[in-house]
Each structure stands twice: as structure tokens, then as C-alpha cells.
């Protein structure tokens, strides 16, 4: 059997060279080496099958500014950089054994923000503004994974003023925009560019009754633009016969969304010095233009397949006594296409119904917490995207139980220790994209982690 191996370094250092000013920096590198299929989890042997070597490394910078004596600056700026990097030779079937191809994409990107805090006019006034900036650059000799540039900017302009004790309001407005520029491969190479921009408002209101317990409202608006895959890709998929074709009249999904819900925060519920936080979120967002590729036809090609509605009630409670503590969340969502091809089907990548529970105790004067998760998720309904009319297939939900453990060492040395699904259940993550008839389950079975965090300096 072929086994995913894995290789990974993490470095994090915080400098705090001046009063009010921090500097955290950090870098990952991962290395994978694994074999793909044309259908993951599929055992078919007419599947093109690749030997894949992954690497991905990612950079980040952070830097904070909050004087204690000026309540006009609270500034933040971040500056990431991530480069993947993929590599698949062929090795079935027969007469495919030796082909290569790679995808490279490369993201750069920074955001700043500053919050500045004043009183006036019997009000507490919060007014946030910001900036955001990425560019992604994507290669490959492939059509079908799609090269080529994009940058996506924005600004935005938030303001929170406070009454009292009882009133809240949050009034913000966004900007968003995007360029897209790349090659159509096929029928021919063609240069080609895209582009489109939008201001999303937002409103929130919320009122305290009385100590502890908040009502709230919001409506806000959001904007997803296309990727250079969605615009650009063509050609075939996994050496197979099916085409994909660009499609330069793609436009950008936009939602609408309301939520309603209630916050608690009380203190000394139980026992002195205990801490009660709850809260209940319920939801409904409206998405125009939901982008998807279009599986019934030949060409393929990613498109506005239609609208898409999502909808659910979310509630999580934490209680903490000192010694120990518990946290109860759970979700329940219907998320699903409410027109064209797809309507009726359920969304792809979209949150589940589930619950879970995390208890824990500190001991040895809270130098070491240990405890225990359990993980409920609910059925999960799979569509055909290739044959809408068909007899959709429902799994069953599964149950994990994990484990862990966090011993402070002393100020500076932090050691963690888990075991996720310590009882190795079997199971197939449903927002992967493994295949409904697959042999085997894609979901990780037991598996052990250990951490040791050291901290040089103050």
C-alpha cells in the first residue's frame, strides 16, 4: 500500500524591541510525497495514477504598535509569502508510465490596520480603517491547472460607537477589487485579462438588556472573485479525454447575509472566580452567481451555475472554574444550490451538522492541563454532478474521541502531547474529494503528536 510521507520544520520568534512595539516572525516548510489518483480513494486500475512530490513554504511577518498613552493608534501590518509547488510523474497506466508535469503558484500579500479610540457627543467612538494587497502568480506547462497572474486589493472603513452600557452600533463599508491576467490554451494560446470591483456595506446592532446578556443583529454583504483555475483552465483532466474550456465571462459570487443571536458572559455562576460564556448565532445568506464547474456537459467549464442559499443555527458554551473547564459547540446547516443545473443539491465545502464536547483539568498548580474531545458529525448527503437526477448517496455520520495534554514546564519550555482518534475510526472526510465508491477511507486514524514549545528571552 502507498503511504503518504510527510516531512515539516517550524520556526516563530517574537521581538519586542521598545515599549508597545512587537515583531513576530515565522516560517514553515513542508515536504509531501504521495500518490495520486484520477478519482482519489478509486482502486480502479484504468485510473492515470501519479507518484507526487509536494513542497510548500510559507513566511510571515507581524508587527503590532499600541502606545499606553495614545488611544488613537492601536496599528497593526502582516506581509506573508507562500510558494507550493507540486511534481507528478506518471506510473499507470502503461502507456501513460513516464509522463511528467508540475504546478507552481506563489502568493505574496500584506494588510495593515489601525484603530483609533475617542469619546464625543456621549458616545465611545472605535473607527478602524485598513488596507489589503496579495498578488499569486501560477505556473505550469498543464492547461488544466491554469497559469497566470492575479492580484486582489481592498480597503475598508469601520466605525463602533457605544452608548452607555446598553447600545452598540458597527456601521463599516468595504472596497474589493481584482485583476486577472493569463492564457487561454485552449483552442489556442490567446492573452486574456479580466477584472471587477465592488463596496460591500455592513450593519450591526446590538442591545444589553442588562449585565451579561447581549442581543444582536447584523446585515452584510460579501464578494468572491474568480481564480485563475476557474477562468483559465483547459485541456484534460488526469491525462483523460474530458476538456475543459476557459471561460473569460465569469462573474464574481456575491452574498447577502442576515444573522441574529445572543451573547452571555457572567462571572461567579457557580463557584467564586468561575467564568460562563455562551453564545447562539442563527444565519441566512444568500449567494448570486455560486461558481462551480459544470459536470453535465462536454466542454467543461467553470460557470455561474445559479444562486445558493445557506442557513443554520451555531451555539457554543464554555465553563470555566480554575481546575478545570468544559466547552459544548455545535452546528446545524442546510446549505444548498436553489437554481440552475443543480438545484436542490447540496453545496460543496460547506460546514456539517455536528457537535462536540471538550472537558479538562489543571493540576499541579495549572502547570498541566489534560483532557478529552469527543467529535460528532452528522450524515452526510453525496450528489452526482455528473448525473443531477440521480439517487444522491447518504453515509453515515462519524464519532472521533481525542486525547491531549499540555504541561508548562516552566516559564520559557511548554511541552503538548494528543492523540487524535485514539480509537482509529475509520472514516472519509465529506468535504474532500474522495470518490463515493472508493475501497479504503480517507480520514486519518489514530495519530500522535508531540510539541515542544522553548522561549528564549522575556
Given at each position: ?5 510527510v516531512?515539516?520544520?517550524?520556526l516563530?520568534?517574537?521581538?519586542r524591541?521598545?515599549?508597545?512595539h512587537e515583531?513576530?516572525l515565522?516560517?514553515?516548510?513542508q515536504r509531501y510525497?504521495?500518490q495520486i489518483t484520477?478519482?482519489s480513494?478509486?482502486?480502479?486500475p ?5 507518484d507526487?512530490?509536494t513542497?510548500?513554504?510559507t ?9 499606553d498613552?495614545n488611544e ?15 511534481e507528478?510523474t506518471q506510473v ?11 504546478y507552481?503558484?506563489?502568493?505574496s500579500?500584506?494588510n495593515?490596520?489601525n484603530?483609533s479610540r475617542f469619546d464625543?457627543?456621549g458616545l ?15 505556473s ?7 497559469a497566470g497572474?492575479?492580484?486582489?486589493y481592498?480597503?475598508?472603513l469601520q466605525w463602533?460607537g457605544d452608548y452607555?452600557d446598553?447600545?452598540?452600533?458597527i456601521?463599516?463599508m468595504?472596497?474589493?477589487g481584482?485583476q486577472?491576467?493569463g492564457e ?5 494560446p490567446q492573452?486574456?485579462?479580466?477584472s471587477?470591483?465592488r463596496?460591500?456595506?455592513r ?5 444589553t438588556?442588562f449585565?451579561g ?7 452584510s454583504?460579501?464578494y468572491?472573485?474568480?481564480?485563475l483555475?476557474?477562468?483559465?483552465r483547459?485541456?484534460?483532466?488526469h491525462g483523460?479525454?474530458d476538456?475543459y474550456?476557459p471561460?473569460?465571462l465569469?462573474?464574481p459570487?456575491t ?6 443571536g445572543v451573547?452571555?458572559k457572567?462571572?461567579?455562576?457557580l463557584?467564586a472566580?468561575?467564568r ?8 441566512h ?7 462551480d464547474v ?8 467553470a460557470?455561474?451555475?445559479?444562486d445558493a442559499r445557506?442557513k443554520?443555527?451555531e451555539a457554543e458554551?464554555v465553563?470555566d472554574?480554575g ?6 459547540s ?6 444548498k444550490v436553489?437554481s ?5 443539491q447540496a453545496?460543496n465545502n460547506t460546514?456539517?451538522d455536528?457537535?462536540s464536547?471538550t472537558i479538562g483539568?489543571r493540576?499541579?498548580e ?8 469527543y467529535?460528532?458529525v ?6 452526482s ?6 439517487l ?5 455520520g462519524f ?5 491531549f495534554a499540555n504541561?508548562r ?13 485514539i ?9 474532500s ?8 477511507e480517507?480520514?486519518k486514524?489514530r ?12
Open positions: 500500500m502507498d503511504r503518504e510521507r516531512t515539516s520544520g517550524y516563530k520568534t517574537t521581538l524591541p521598545a515599549d508597545g515583531l513576530k515565522g516560517a514553515i516548510l510525497n504521495d484520477g478519482s480513494g478509486s482502486t480502479s484504468t485510473l492515470s495514477r501519479y507526487t512530490n513542497t510548500n513554504q513566511y510571515t511577518a507581524a508587527y503590532t504598535w499600541k502606545p498613552d488613537l493608534i492601536d496599528f497593526s501590518a502582516n506581509a506573508y509569502h507562500n510558494r507550493t509547488r507540486a507528478q499507470a497506466p502503461a502507456s501513460g508510465i513516464g509522463n511528467f508535469r508540475f507552481d503558484v506563489a502568493t500579500g500584506f495593515v490596520k484603530s464625543a457627543w465611545a467612538h472605535t473607527l478602524t480603517y485598513g488596507l489589503d494587497y496579495y498578488y499569486l502568480e501560477a505550469s506547462e498543464a492547461a488544466h491547472f491554469g497572474e492575479q492580484q486582489g481592498g480597503g475598508f463602533q452607555e446598553w447600545l452598540q452600533v456601521t463599516a468595504r472596497y474589493d481584482y486577472l491576467d487561454t490554451r485552449i483552442p489556442s492573452e486574456a485579462s479580466i471587477g470591483d463596496w460591500s456595506p450593519l450591526t446592532v446590538g442591545v438588556p449585565d446578556f447581549q442581543l444582536y443583529g447584523t446585515y454583504e460579501g468572491r472573485a474568480p481564480g483555475q476557474d477562468v483559465f483547459g485541456g484534460g483532466a483523460g479525454g476538456t474550456r471561460n473569460l465569469l462573474q459570487e452574498a447577502k447575509n442576515w444573522e441574529a451573547n452571555v457572567y462571572d461567579d455562576v463557584t472566580d468561575d460562563l460564556r455562551a453564545k447562539l448565532n442563527v444565519f445568506t444568500a449567494v448570486e452567481d455560486y461558481i459544470d459536470l453535465t456537459v462536454l466542454p467543461r467549464t460557470i455561474n451555475i445559479g445557506l443554520g443555527v458554551m465553563y472554574y481546575s478545570g473547564f468544559v466547552n459544548l455545535g452546528a446545524l446547516i442546510d446549505a436553489v440552475g443545473v443543480y438545484s436542490g453545496l460546514p456539517l455536528r457537535f464536547a483539568f493540576m499541579l495549572d502547570q498541566l492541563t489534560v483532557g478529552a474531545q467529535l460528532s452528522g450524515k452526510i448527503t453525496r450528489t454532478r455528473t448525473n443531477p437526477n440521480a444522491p448517496v447518504v453515509d453515515d464519532d472521533l474521541v481525542n486525547v504541561w514546564v516552566n516559564d520559557n519550555l511548554k511541552l503538548d502531547f494528543g492523540v487524535d482518534n480509537f482509529n475510526t475509520a472514516y472519509t472526510d465529506p468535504q474529494a474522495w470518490s463515493t465508491s472508493a475501497a479504503t480517507q480520514g486514524g495519530t500522535f503528536k508531540v510539541a515542544l514549545t522553548g522561549r528564549i528571552g522575556g
